[in-house]
């Protein structure tokens, strides 16, 4: 007996929940043939404004947890992914259009980037810290610490990012502490969502990621002006119009944020994009007389 196929709904993730956009709009996600795929959500501003809310609510619940922990959750994404590579690459070679091959070498470069960042967790402060060599009895330390909520506008490339440059954006953001609010690829956002579903069952709590799907052009002006977000990754960003970014960047400013400019394709892991969203926390401390 023949049955109906069950296809999968595609909404937004805020705050570990998975909502309909607010505004109850859709926009149709096609392969590169023009066939279609799926109905996505189109995040509204309302849902930005919602998605930092619920960054801003996790974000001191993350940053307190230890950074050997965070790295085992970064750590526990990866095997997940693993366990779902076919779902994964299914969904790129629909989108994207690309082979099987392609498709599985992205999968495997991003199962790949979260064991990387999850390996630097407890390690990157040994680098962006030091002792400070001071006149005087004390000791004087330079710690990393999380800067808070980060926005990020994921690689928007049609091929070979939809699922490793959300990734690249997120991992070297989370992993020291903050929260984020990521807008995904919008031609190609199926892999994000289900990303977002791997989070949820991985022991990333509620609001550490926020996963928008939708209109870089829309949402990104309304991220890098809002007051309670105190860093931009403008990473996907060079493919808005002519200009857009520096905009972008004028806008985040005027709050003070500390601001990343786009790249081409997936950014590269790196320890710089993990320092990149930490803020240098000095302590002075008398030393003991003796």
Do not use: C
Request: glycine share 8%; proline share 6%.
């Amino acid at each position: 007996m023949s049955r109906l196929s069950v296809p999968k709904t595609y909404k937004l993730a805020i705050g570990g929940a998975f909502p309909r956009s607010e505004s109850g709009r859709t926009y149709v996600v096609t392969a590169p043939s023009g066939e279609f795929i799926a109905n996505a959500s189109l995040a509204s501003r309302k849902d930005a404004r919602d998605a930092v809310v619920a960054a801003r609510g996790a974000q001191p619940k993350w940053a307190g947890a230890t950074a050997y922990n965070r790295g085992q959750v970064l750590y526990r994404i990866a095997e997940l992914l693993e366990g779902r590579r076919a779902q994964f690459v299914d969904e790129i070679v629909q989108s994207e259009g690309v082979t099987a091959t392609a498709a599985g070498a992205q999968v495997d470069a991003t199962i790949d980037l979260w064991v990387w960042y999850a390996g630097w967790a407890d390690k990157y402060a040994q680098l962006a810290g030091n002792g400070n060599p001071v006149s005087g009895p004390y000791f004087n330390l330079s710690v990393p610490d999380a800067t808070g909520v980060v926005a990020a506008i994921a690689p928007q490339d049609s091929t070979g990012v939809s699922l490793l440059g959300l990734a690249a954006v997120v991992a070297p953001i989370v992993l020291s502490g903050n929260t984020v609010v990521v807008v995904a690829n919008e031609a190609a956002p199926l892999s994000a969502i289900s990303l977002a579903e791997v989070l949820a069952t991985s022991d990333v709590p509620g609001g550490v990621v926020n996963v928008l799907t939708g209109s870089p052009a829309e949402l990104a002006p309304w991220l890098a002006s809002h007051a309670d977000v105190n860093a931009l990754d403008l990473a996907g960003a060079g493919s808005l119009a002519d200009g857009a970014w520096v905009d972008l960047q004028i806008s985040a400013a005027e709050t003070l944020k500390r601001v990343l400019p786009p790249v081409e394709g997936a950014p590269a892991p790196s320890l710089e994009r993990i320092t990149a969203f930490v803020e240098t926390k000095t302590v002075w401390h008398t030393k003991a007389m003796l």
